[in-house]
């Protein structure tokens, strides 16, 4: 199992951006639906973006209006730009397979830490 890859996490004020990248080597996402996820401390991960093979995206509630995903094929990565963030956004974001890959390791990759605080 191929693990993607998250990084462009960070500190952010209330109201702030901040955009995710998630890379995946071979093409473990090719002609499939991948999305984003995320877990707060104390809380139950959850899918918050996701984007089919031909671009039609969905977002949870939360952050409808606020996070767009999106994804370049030819380089098997796919990005999560986030505005106006919220305390209540701060988790750790991971990248995978929609429908999600058992939550084993081998399966999921590092996550990325997004902490929204001022």
């Known amino acids: 199992q191929v693990q993607p890859v998250e990084s462009g996490g960070g500190l952010v004020q209330p109201g702030g951006s901040l955009r995710l990248s998630c890379e995946a080597s071979?093409?473990?996402?090719?002609?499939?639906?991948m999305g984003w996820y995320r877990q707060a401390p104390g809380k139950q991960r959850e899918l918050v973006a996701r984007?089919?093979?031909?671009?039609?995206?969905n977002y949870a509630d939360s952050v409808k209006g606020r996070f767009t995903i999106s994804r370049d094929h030819a380089r098997n990565t796919a990005y999560l730009q986030m505005t106006s963030l919220k305390p209540e956004d701060t988790a750790v974001y991971y990248c995978?397979?929609?429908?999600?890959?058992?939550?084993?390791?081998?399966?999921w990759g590092q996550g990325t830490q997004v902490t929204v605080s001022s």
């Open positions: 984007i089919t093979s031909l671009g039609t995206s």
């Open positions: 071979g093409s473990i996402f090719s002609g499939i639906t």
């Open positions: 995978n397979t929609v429908p999600s890959p058992p939550w084993r390791p081998g399966y």
